[in-house]
């Protein structure tokens, strides 16, 4: 699986194994089983976390109960409540696994100390940082002004795997209609 | 002006004036009058600017003309249509200048440059990119959750001069509702 988050780093900046090990020296793993949290609403979020292997969902729940799911992670996404991370404040988002997942974790502290021990990957946060802000701002637009189907296809096309790994349920969850609207759509 | 620009910096990093005068050789700066366009649609988008003095939107039109305002920009805030800037692709938001505006503006290669150059920066561009990211998540999670109330509330307490810079017309675009409604609900 490390493997795995070497070709993840690669993808931005060339690194030798002895700087992947020094890398890696950072991080800590853990596995969280289905239906634990990497976060939790009203709790410190002090960790950044690499998906090894896995699923999660990112979500707040209303008064009525109703989840709005910000986005799913899988393997190759890095997960944090950014504010909470970035802060110390507490987490305003649940982020819960929907699979046995398998992370590399890392605090605020370690990751500072990163950047400034291996510049390299001061670079990599920074070009990463951009793509997830162009990513986020992407699905703010669709939610604003594309159909719920144009934002179904939009999330299967990026991430195929997901169309056999979550619920109908939990896909019309993240487009905001009930699962009855989303079965109508995608039988048509 | 550019004490405000060098303030803005030391909000992450500290600089000596000598860091400032290099760090500003990789800036260019340029006046647009109100009503002129900074990004448009389906043009290439290769600048980064940074507000000196001024006020923009960035927003979407749909088939029938609606606008949709991503966000405002003022004095202090970094203007860029992140996809196209990054990957040379063309834009698919237009950002209008409301008043006269004056800004710096970078190139994507200069970006690159000066981050290489001037380590300080990597590390002020990283920072500054999770708070953005942070800010759009926020924007993003009370479009689900918030009443407009609260959302008009949370955008004038971020902003409080846009309450006089900018017309209730664009207010009730930002936030999705008809200017009547936005009428109706400020002035209970």
Same mark, same amino acid.
């Given at each position: 699986?490390?493997?795995?988050?070497? /070709?993840?780093?690669?993808?931005?900046?060339?690194?030798? @194994?002895?700087?992947?090990? +020094?890398?890696? +020296?950072?991080?800590?793993?853990?596995?969280?089983?289905?239906?634990?949290?990497?976060?939790?609403?009203?709790?410190?979020?002090?960790?950044?976390?690499?998906? !090894?292997?896995? !699923?999660?969902? /990112?979500?707040?729940?209303?008064?009525?109960?109703?989840?709005?799911?910000?986005?799913?992670?899988?393997?190759?996404?890095?997960?944090?409540?950014?504010?909470?991370?970035?802060?110390?404040?507490?987490?305003?988002?649940?982020?819960?696994? %929907?699979? @046995?997942?398998?992370?590399?974790?890392?605090?605020?502290?370690?990751?500072?100390?990163?950047?400034?021990?291996?510049?390299?990957?001061?670079?990599?946060?920074?070009?990463?940082?951009?793509?997830?802000?162009?990513? %986020?701002?992407?699905?703010?637009?669709? @939610?604003?002004?594309?159909?719920?189907?144009?934002?179904?296809?939009?999330?299967?096309?990026?991430?195929?795997? %997901?169309?056999?790994?979550? +619920?109908?349920?939990?896909?019309?969850?993240?487009?905001?209609?009930?699962?009855?609207?989303?079965?109508?759509?995608?039988?048509?």
């Amino acid at each position: 699986m490390m493997e795995a988050f070497k /070709a993840h780093l690669e993808q931005v900046i060339n690194i030798s @194994d002895d700087e992947f090990e +020094s890398i890696l +020296s950072f991080f800590s793993t853990k596995t969280f089983e289905k239906h634990t949290y990497l976060i939790k609403i009203g709790e410190p979020a002090p960790y950044e976390y690499f998906l !090894l292997r896995g !699923l999660v969902k /990112a979500y707040q729940t209303d008064r009525s109960g109703r989840q709005y799911i910000v986005h799913f992670g899988l393997e190759g996404w890095w997960i944090l409540e950014i504010e909470a991370f970035q802060r110390g404040t507490n987490a305003t988002l649940d982020v819960e696994c %929907l699979e @046995d997942t398998v992370v590399l974790y890392i605090s605020a502290t370690d990751k500072e100390r990163l950047c400034l021990s291996i510049p390299k990957m001061e670079h990599f946060f920074r070009v990463k940082s951009g793509w997830a802000h162009a990513a %986020l701002q992407e699905r703010m637009l669709m @939610d604003m002004n594309a159909s719920t189907i144009e934002r179904y296809d939009a999330l299967i096309r990026q991430d195929p795997s %997901l169309y056999h790994r979550v +619920s109908q349920n939990l896909l019309a969850s993240y487009l905001g209609v009930t699962s009855e609207t989303l079965s109508r759509l995608t039988s048509t």
